[in-house]
């Protein structure tokens, strides 16, 4: 049927790796994301004191690691000395705080990985480019921010890179908001709960993605796939492929 056939395109998105079942955001959780069949990664990036680019969803490892402190004033010295994977459970002892580059070198080129860029990390867009041409992934990274003025700062850089808005708001006002951005657009990412079936097929027919977060219970995810989106970003894309293969 139809439904069957768009969802074998349907991207399973691992939302901070498979962070249902990992310690977010580290090689182990992109790891089983890959095993679990994923074909994209959502991961959180910030900027290190050292200008490197540390895969982390908060602004200081305090939560997700044994250390403390801003990633901004740390060096990657400092940032690989912390156990990321303890704190979720101690099989994940050891874990550390990956670098983008590690992220790439461990995710083939088939699986798409969506960069979230955080807000304050206004210096990152070179190093973003920089690494993406240097790792040939130019065409298989999508880049989100809430923080459109870092995403125009990325296309002003490398016109060829994919920006995917991230917002909180309701749906129906996406589409305008992407109008008032001086360069296109890729993808719109919208917050599940503020979904509507109309508002996605018509950012569809324009050409624009629509990847909603963070979708974890299977009625929500079919309620997803009903809506026509192209993807789902999920803590447990185990569950969402299962759910697909039925
Ligand atoms: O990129 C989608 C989602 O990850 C945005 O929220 O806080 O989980 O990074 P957050
Ligand atoms: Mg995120």
């Given at each position: 049927s139809n439904d069957m056939s768009s969802n074998e395109t349907l991207m399973v998105i691992a939302h901070r790796g498979a962070a249902g079942e990992a310690p977010e955001n580290t090689l182990a959780a992109f790891a089983l994301g890959l095993e679990q069949g994923c074909t994209g990664i959502e991961l959180d990036v910030h900027l290190s004191k050292d200008g490197e680019i540390i895969v982390c969803h908060?602004?200081?490892?305090?939560?997700?690691?044994?250390r403390q402190g801003a990633i901004g004033n740390l060096t990657v010295e400092e940032i690989k000395q912390a156990d990321a994977g303890s704190w979720f459970h101690e099989r994940f002892a050891g874990e550390r705080v990956p670098l983008l580059e590690e992220v790439f070198d461990l995710v083939p080129p088939e699986v798409q990985i969506n960069v979230e860029i955080k807000a304050g990390n206004d210096g990152i867009a070179p190093a973003l480019v920089e690494l993406m041409k240097r790792k040939d992934r130019l065409n298989d990274v999508f880049v989100s921010s809430f923080d459109f003025d870092i995403l125009e700062r990325l296309k002003e850089l490398e016109p060829e890179a994919r920006i995917g808005l991230l917002y909180h708001?309701?749906?129906?006002h996406h589409d305008r908001m992407a109008g008032l951005l001086d360069y296109p657009v890729y993808s719109l990412h919208p917050h599940w709960s503020r979904m509507d079936k109309r508002s996605v097929s018509e950012a569809i027919e324009r050409g624009l993605r629509v990847y909603p977060w963070t979708v974890n219970e299977e009625a929500n995810m079919l309620n997803m796939i009903d809506c026509g989106v192209s993807g789902i970003i999920t803590d447990y894309p185990g569950r969402l492929k299962r759910l697909l293969e039925r």
């Amino acid at each position: 049927s139809n439904d069957m056939s768009s969802n074998e395109t349907l991207m399973v998105i691992a939302h901070r790796g498979a962070a249902g079942e990992a310690p977010e955001n580290t090689l182990a959780a992109f790891a089983l994301g890959l095993e679990q069949g994923c074909t994209g990664i959502e991961l959180d990036v910030h900027l290190s004191k050292d200008g490197e680019i540390i895969v982390c969803h908060d602004t200081t490892l305090n939560r997700t690691t044994d250390r403390q402190g801003a990633i901004g004033n740390l060096t990657v010295e400092e940032i690989k000395q912390a156990d990321a994977g303890s704190w979720f459970h101690e099989r994940f002892a050891g874990e550390r705080v990956p670098l983008l580059e590690e992220v790439f070198d461990l995710v083939p080129p088939e699986v798409q990985i969506n960069v979230e860029i955080k807000a304050g990390n206004d210096g990152i867009a070179p190093a973003l480019v920089e690494l993406m041409k240097r790792k040939d992934r130019l065409n298989d990274v999508f880049v989100s921010s809430f923080d459109f003025d870092i995403l125009e700062r990325l296309k002003e850089l490398e016109p060829e890179a994919r920006i995917g808005l991230l917002y909180h708001i309701r749906m129906t006002h996406h589409d305008r908001m992407a109008g008032l951005l001086d360069y296109p657009v890729y993808s719109l990412h919208p917050h599940w709960s503020r979904m509507d079936k109309r508002s996605v097929s018509e950012a569809i027919e324009r050409g624009l993605r629509v990847y909603p977060w963070t979708v974890n219970e299977e009625a929500n995810m079919l309620n997803m796939i009903d809506c026509g989106v192209s993807g789902i970003i999920t803590d447990y894309p185990g569950r969402l492929k299962r759910l697909l293969e039925r």
